[in-house]
């Protein structure tokens, strides 16, 4: 061990004077100097005392070793000291050697554990070896994780902690499940697990100890990885040992060119959103590059929080569970939605499933019609965030609904961009919707579910009044609006307006409108 680093066990403001020809020189012994001392060879350091310096004379004072002569200046003032010393303030030789001894075989298990795994890192074949190498030498097992929380690698001493629900999930599940995520605050500490650049310690009364380190693969943020205090307790150098094998595995994971928890699809994907220009040809042949074959049965689902509280963090975990459910999907993360693609001729069996999933965690889906232009992927996509964008219009009261359903709110939404969309509206309905406000009746309403249900006995049924009362509000919306003849042009017009009213209510505040 370099002289420099193993004095700084020693206090600096209690050092008086330093004497040393050769400052650069390895220590690999601390010892207590005695009357029985010969061998005062270099590299090795001597705790002494003023009387025991006194006593063992001339016979040390032109040896390479090193003193640490315990006391004061005044003490040594008027003695003869060894070419190689330290004046060190203190009293208690005891607590001098102990704190040097003990910094030399910290530093000696340090040194040993990075040859040991820089020559690992050169002879392992796999991630799996060097960790298994690395969990001997720390004596506790190492898990190796993406950003996702999902368990890629792990050394062979595997723990099942049935006190540790985290370590059971990622064991068992493979991931840490949502339910998880909110029991412990899990998003806060993959935050802290980003931001935190070197090893530290994770402490909670509900889980065991984790040394946690972060991994930065290629400039990207890749994971992290973690060993447990599941054998033994941490050892005061297990920090370091940690943060030298972080610079060993981003080594390994970047020769290897393993990527977080992502797929050469889903990255295809991910240019398709990013609007890059494809033709059929050429992406299907860029994807059989990745021996990905495409058949021209597409399918998109893309999925949102319905409280829009969800964290990023939180949807990963939904994302990691919908990959368990789904294998033959590719998910994909965009603004903390997950989209869902689908290469198959048939995805209903896979909505009924899906379904359970979305009520249990109170998500929304919209799933797309069934599409054959893998280069329409991205403008479907940008449909289908649309819908999921209308539920705060529109409060859908299902977890889960078709884009074909509500194909028309996107028209609507497409013109209302452009301004003016009052012009759109049938003047006549809105005439009944501000009487309707003025009096407190319900006569547009009434028309609207006669209209969508082509039937006044069922619309009847539907709002829960007699025949008689449903044949009395149409009979007034006809006098209110004017409208008598109901021609197909008629009823789309006003069915179009109800629909522009759902996503514009504020058309009806308007003054002197139309």
């Known amino acids: ?32 100097l005695s009357l029985t001392s010969v061998a005062f060879t270099k590299n090795i350091i001597y705790v002494v005392t003023a009387p025991v310096l006194l006593e063992v004379g001339d016979g040390c004072l032109e040896a390479p070793s090193i003193f640490i002569l315990l006391g004061n200046l005044n003490d040594f003032i008027d003695m003869q000291k060894p070419e190689n010393y330290i004046i060190y303030q203190s009293d208690a030789p005891g607590e001098v050697f102990t704190a040097l001894l003990s910094k030399l075989n910290l530093e000696s298990r340090i040194l040993e554990a990075e040859l040991a795994i820089s020559r690992a890192l050169f002879d392992c074949t796999s991630i799996k070896d060097l960790l ?105 150098s297990d920090i370091e040992i940690m943060n030298f094998l972080c610079g060993a595995l981003q080594l390994f994971l ?70 368990l459910i789904f294998p033959e ?86 013109i209302g961009r452009e301004g003016h969309i009052q012009y759109f509206c049938m003047p006549e309905l809105l005439e009944v919707f501000r009487y309707d406000h003025k009096y407190g009746t319900s006569f547009a309403y009434s028309k609207r579910i006669a209209l969508e249900l082509a039937s006044v006995t069922a619309a009847a049924q539907k709002l829960g009044i007699h025949r008689n009362t449903m044949e009395y509000r149409l009979r007034k919306f006809n006098d209110l609006s004017g409208i008598s003849n109901y021609t197909a042009d008629i009823v ?11 996503l514009y209510p504020e058309i009806l505040e308007e003054k002197d409108i139309l």
């Open 1 to 32: 061990m370099k002289l420099s680093v193993l004095i700084e066990a020693l206090s600096a403001e209690n050092i008086e004077e330093i004497h040393i020809k050769d400052k650069s020189q390895n220590i690999c012994q601390v010892c207590n």
């Open 132 to 236: 298994d190498v690395a969990a001997s030498i720390l004596g506790n097992p190492i898990l190796l994780q993406d950003f996702t929380t999902r368990l890629l690698v792990h050394s062979a001493n595997e723990v099942m902690a049935a006190d540790d629900e985290i370590l059971n999930s990622v064991f068992r599940m493979g991931y840490v499940t949502s339910e998880l995520f909110q029991k412990y605050d899990y998003a806060n500490v993959l935050e802290q697990i980003k931001n935190t650049p070197q090893t530290f310690l994770l402490k909670s009364p509900k889980k065991r100890e984790r040394l946690i380190c972060r991994l930065i693969v290629n400039r990207r943020y890749f994971g992290w990885f973690l060993t447990v205090a599941y054998n033994h307790p941490f050892k005061d």
């Open 492 to 502: 789309e017009r006003l069915l179009f307006t109800y629909k522009i009213l759902d």
């Open 254 to 323: 970047e020769k290897e060119n393993i990527l977080p928890n992502t797929t050469r699809s889903e990255n295809l994907l991910q240019e398709l959103i990013q609007d890059a220009k494809y033709s059929e040809a050429e992406f299907k042949k860029r994807a059989e590059g990745f021996s990905w074959m495409l058949h021209d049965h597409y399918y998109i689902i893309a999925i949102s929080d319905k409280t829009r509280k969800a964290e990023s963090r939180m949807m990963m975990s939904y994302r990691n569970h919908l990959s």
């Open 329 to 414: 999907a590719i998910i994909l993360e965009v603004n903390r939605k997950l989209i869902l693609f689908f290469d198959t001729k048939e995805v209903g069996i896979c909505l009924n499933v899906l379904e359970a999933f979305l009520e249990k965690y109170d998500l929304l889906a919209v799933c797309s019609n069934q599409f054959h232009k893998i280069t329409d992927f991205a403008y479907i996509l940008n449909q289908l965030l649309m819908v999921i964008g209308l539920e705060k219009s529109l409060h859908f009261n299902k977890s889960l609904i078709h884009y074909q359903d509500y194909i028309m709110y996107c028209a609507i939404k497409k």
